[in-house]
Antibody
Framework: QVQLVQSGAEVKKPGSSVKVSCTAS????????INWVRQAPGQGLEWMGR????????DYAQNFQGRVTITADKSTRTAYMELSSLRFDDTAVYYC???????????WGQGTLVTVSS | QSVLTQPPSVSGAPGQRVTISCTGS?????????VHWYQQLPGTAPKLLIS???NRPSGVPDRFSGSKSGTSASLAITGLQPEDEAEYYC????????????FGTGTKVTVL
């Protein structure tokens, strides 16, 4: 049974960066591809990008190109999402989720609230 | 940024049938990609409800069903229960440069 556990809430100032972690346990490691999805307060889900764990290959949504960097540490089964040049409208809950060969997301991490405030 | 359109809300009495539509385009649902559905209870992470357009993962009640036709998909809840009150999102793949995966705008289901 795959489980994803994310790091805790963060408060950041505009213009700074945030790095959120997502640690995987269980399952077959070679099949991990971790996605990052965010949800602004009262809003819907927005796909940000993904990383294929074993190959280190990344794929980003155009909206976040140049501002987001997704990395992975195979030794600790941890994926990271770093978002730079933070703006007030980056305030959101950030989720990691594993995608499957069928392109659905399961399971999801518990979410990490990132608040951008001056 | 959502490219899949859902109705903002649907409602029904316990026991009734409700459906949620998910309208896409020729670059996602119409391109033949599967549609997946997620249920999100308040304050929690989304949970997979339907995979591969019409498959229920283990543990999902059979009152939930999914279908697809052309550039649209639907989620039906037959025999609505109070615990089904939640936000529902569709998701698919997309061929445009904007992003590999796209989500729907979300639908709030209210049990009257």
């Amino acid at each position: 049974q795959v489980q994803l556990v994310q790091s805790g809430a963060e408060v950041k100032k505009p213009g700074s960066s945030v790095k959120v972690s997502c640690t995987a346990s269980g399952g077959t490691f070679s099949s991990y591809t971790i996605n990052w999805v965010r949800q602004a307060p009262g809003q819907g889900l927005e796909w940000m990008g993904r990383i294929i764990f074993t190959l280190g290959i990344t794929d980003y949504a155009q909206n976040f190109q140049g501002r987001v960097t997704i990395t992975a540490d195979k030794s600790t089964r941890t994926a990271y999402m770093e978002l730079s040049s933070l703006r007030f409208d980056d305030t959101a809950v950030y989720y990691c989720a594993r995608d499957t060969p069928g392109d659905w997301f399961d399971p999801w991490g518990q979410g990490t609230l990132v608040t951008v405030s001056s | 940024q959502s490219v899949l359109t859902q109705p903002p809300s649907v409602s029904g009495a316990p026991g009734q049938r409700v459906t949620i539509s998910c309208t896409g385009s020729s670059s996602n649902i119409g391109a033949g990609y599967d549609v997946h559905w997620y249920q999100q209870l308040p304050g929690t992470a989304p949970k997979l409800l339907i995979s591969g357009t019409s498959n229920r993962p283990s543990g999902v009640p059979d009152r939930f069903s999914g279908s697809k036709s052309g550039t649209s998909a639907s989620l039906a809840i037959t025999g609505l229960q109070p615990e089904d009150e939640a936000e529902y999102y569709c998701q698919s793949s997309d061929t445009t440069v904007s992003g590999r995966y796209v989500f729907g705008t979300g639908t709030k289901v209210t049990v009257l």
